[in-house]
């Protein structure tokens, strides 16, 4: 029997993620159409060689638009990429292989936020 996303413990939800850090690129929206463009600029506390926040206990707090996956949120958030353990979980799926976006892309604070589209990507994992 499948375990409730409710019955999950803090520890145990932390530990679906498979720390792609996909959740941490910055996202584009077209205000016209909502679709979501992906670019290679990550967040930038972001270490970009183990895909980990720097500060992620006080993460939300730094970082106003940073979004804390939860059970009870992360059904409904529509930019998760399939390739996110939350989501194959979510979805009934087996938990992706990590492909992580480590050494992949750059930090916020080498892009200007007027440069933000020339960085959309189209991520093949994504």
Known sequence: MKKKLSDYTEEEWEAVC?????????KLQDDDTDDIYYTDVVCK?????TCKCTHYADR???VPTCLKLTPENVDRIEWM???CAY???IENRPKPKRLSIAKRCISETEVT???L???IIDWPDL
């Not at 498979?18 to 910055?26: A, D, H, R, T």
């Not at 506390?45 to 060689?49: G, R």
Request: proline share 7%; net charge negative; hydrophobic share 25%.
């Open 117 to 119: 589209e020339d960085h």
């Open 18 to 26: 498979n720390q792609c850090g996909k959740c941490c690129l910055i």
């Open 81 to 83: 990429p399939p390739s």
């Open 87 to 89: 989501r194959a979980l």
């Open 45 to 49: 506390y972001m270490d970009m060689k």
């Open 113 to 115: 936020e007027d440069e």
């Open 60 to 62: 939300c707090s730094l």
